[in-house]
């Protein structure tokens, strides 16, 4: 039996449509008169796209976060915001692997607030972790497994941790022996869920990697040994796991490393075309053939091919650039589309993504995030 199929198991009586994508939710198999029955009353296959997708913006003023249905046409009509917002100004967003969750990290107290979704939107807050971020959220992320979640933060731990469920927060994991040494910016897990990593700034290394299983945090990895130049502002692992990248600021504004279960490999060499300025955000495409920074500077976004190798020819610039600096950057799962969070109205521009690179730009979400986009993240169900 398909899991992918609408319907429950083989009955007398038709199962509604679960949808409310093509290939519905629920196990098992139909009948050919169940599935002609659903035909006939044009109830399936549904029109539309065949798996949900979604992006939401953390930006800097109320109601701090911002989501929007997602297709090949761009932004849909932006979802209600949630009932109870987040506190403060929004700076990093992440939804959950399974998309029945997104959190955004934030510049006030509880500094982390987290909410169920659906293809309706935002659901009722979840409670605070019982232990809170002791600082500002800069940055927030779930591991692969969505079994744990992570926010960078500023005060001391820099970086807290916590179990994850459909209940939400779990009691906060212990802390990693050796700390983070500033402001944590930007947090991510490797795709394997064996190691986390945060970006931070105020002193070096700016960049600090801890293995990672279900009981938290491992021994530190040992620091590169050519570190990023200046504050780390972001942080990605590539979809295969083999190589870690650094937003930062100062030249060469973002740095790379070959990534092992050792830790950091011997830098990848510069991009022949440094970004322009200090960079805030970082992001590999889900094929990993690429690699998009977001910078302080125009073109406020620069894209490279990426391999093995590591970079290659920087891709032509976008034809409308994002209007002010990037803040943060994010493919679409399927690969198709990259969105830059900026300051300056429209505060968010996305654009088709290629191997040929930028498309031309969607046209702005009819209703656009209230402020200066702090960061973006894409969703597909």
Not at 5 to 25: E, F, S
Not at 323 to 345: D, E, L, R, W, Y
Request: hydrophobic share 40%; charged share 5%.
């Amino acid at each position: 039996m398909s899991n992918r199929w609408p319907g429950g198991l083989i009955r007398k009586t038709p199962v509604t449509p679960a949808g409310p994508y093509q290939d519905g939710a629920a196990p098992g198999v139909w009948t050919l008169a169940e599935a002609a029955y659903w035909v006939k009353q044009g109830k399936w296959p549904i029109a539309g796209n065949i798996r949900p997708e979604y992006i939401a913006v953390a930006h800097t003023t109320t109601p701090f976060v911002s989501a929007y249905p997602w297709s090949g046409s761009g932004f849909g009509t932006k979802f209600t915001d949630p009932a109870t917002l987040p506190t403060g100004q929004g700076n990093g967003v992440a939804f959950s692997p399974s998309v029945n969750a997104i959190a955004v990290a934030h510049g006030t107290t509880p500094f982390i607030s987290a909410y169920p979704w659906s293809n309706s939107g935002f659901g009722t807050k979840f409670a605070n972790p019982a232990t809170l971020p002791t600082g500002v959220g800069a940055g927030v992320a779930f591991n692969p497994a969505g079994t744990a979640i992570a926010v960078a933060h500023n005060n001391t731990p820099f970086l807290s941790a916590y179990p994850w469920s459909g209940s939400g927060f779990g009691t906060k994991f212990t802390d990693p022996a050796t700390l983070p040494t500033g402001f944590g910016r930007s947090v991510a897990f490797n795709p394997a869920g064996t190691a986390i990593a945060v970006a931070n700034s105020s002193l070096a290394p700016r960049i600090t990697a801890y293995p990672w299983s279900g009981s938290g945090f491992g021994t530190k990895f040992a620091d590169p040994s050519t570190l990023p130049t200046g504050n780390g502002f972001g942080v990605a692992f590539s979809p295969a796991g083999d190589a870690i990248a650094v937003a930062h600021e100062f030249t060469p504004f973002i740095t790379a490393y070959p990534w092992s279960g050792s830790g950091f490999g011997t830098k990848f060499t510069n991009p022949a075309t440094l970004p322009t300025d200090n960079s805030a955000g970082v992001a590999f495409s889900p094929a990993g053939d690429a690699i998009a920074v977001a910078h302080s500077t125009s073109p406020f976004v620069t894209a490279y091919p990426w391999s093995g190798s590591g970079f290659g020819t920087k891709f032509a610039n976008p034809a409308t650039l994002p209007p002010q600096a990037g803040q943060g950057v994010a493919f679409s799962p399927a690969g198709n589309a990259i969105a830059v969070a900026h300051f300056t109205t429209p505060f968010v521009s996305a654009y088709p993504w290629s191997g040929s690179g930028f498309g031309t730009k969607f046209a702005n979400p009819a209703t656009l995030p209230a402020s200066t986009g702090r960061g973006v993240a894409f969703a597909t169900v």
